[in-house]
């Protein structure tokens, strides 16, 4: 499984775009990159995952360049309720395994 | 839609007692299951995962062990806990083929269960 690495911790204020990059260089072909949000006391959710160039949903858009060594979580517009862990991951198509790293620490303030 | 739960929700035990924790996904049928651990102000470390009844595989050595009695139901569970089993624990469960077609496994957390050792 492809290591990432990310921030560990990244402050904002209420109202800008956060973009938070993870670098994974040893990505494989059929590797997708996973985003997940996670607040205290409770499980990660699933944010976006993407293969290459951009995707976007209601909740972020994640920029993937040619290369696919890394990859860049934005959040339009954050709110004091984006306080949150972001993690990074890499999973491969068909796989099982999922691993998480530390992930960034994301703290908005008013 | 499909549902995931977990109990119990805390519990505090003394150290050299048993521990059952539980886990059932509803509305899915063969799903794949998993059991995290995050200790406090760390990250997820995978635990255990199943991707069918009586196919368990351990990511780490552990007084900890899991089974999957029935198709939906996975549960964790230690003869004698140590201090250092406390923590969150997380199950979560994805979709079996997830990824085979289009993108790759996404995982659906249940509410976890905070243990703490004594």
């Known amino acids: 499984l492809a290591k990432t690495t990310q921030p560990i911790s990244m402050d904002s204020y209420e109202g800008q775009e956060v973009n938070i990059t993870c670098s994974h260089n040893?990505?494989?072909?059929?590797?997708?990159i996973t985003w997940y949000q996670q607040f205290p006391s409770q499980g990660p959710r699933f944010i976006i995952q993407g293969y290459k160039t951009k995707v976007t949903n209601e909740v972020a858009s994640l920029f993937i360049p040619a290369d696919r060594k890394s990859s860049t979580l934005s959040l339009p517009r954050v709110s004091l309720s984006d306080t949150a862990v972001y993690y990074c991951l890499v999973v491969p198509r068909g796989g099982f395994k999922t691993i998480f790293g530390a992930g960034t620490r994301l703290f908005v303030k008013a | 839609s499909q549902t995931i739960h977990q109990w119990p929700a805390t519990l505090v035990q003394p150290v050299g007692s048993p521990l059952s924790l539980e886990c059932t996904v509803e509305?899915?049928?063969?799903?794949?299951l998993y059991w995290y651990r995050q200790a406090a102000g760390r990250g997820l470390q995978l635990l255990f995962y199943s991707v069918g009844i009586g196919q368990i595989s351990s990511e780490v050595p552990q007084n900890l062990s899991a089974s999957r009695p029935q198709d939906r139901q996975f549960i964790l569970s230690s003869k004698k806990l140590l201090l250092s089993d406390s923590g969150f624990y997380l199950c979560?469960?994805?979709?079996?083929?997830?990824?085979?077609?289009?993108?790759?496994?996404?995982?659906?957390f249940g509410a976890g269960s905070r243990l703490t050792v004594l």
């Open positions: 509305g899915t049928s063969n799903p794949n």
């Open positions: 040893n990505i494989a072909t059929n590797d997708y």
């Open positions: 979560a469960w994805s979709q079996v083929g997830a990824g085979s077609t289009s993108g790759a496994n996404v995982l659906t």
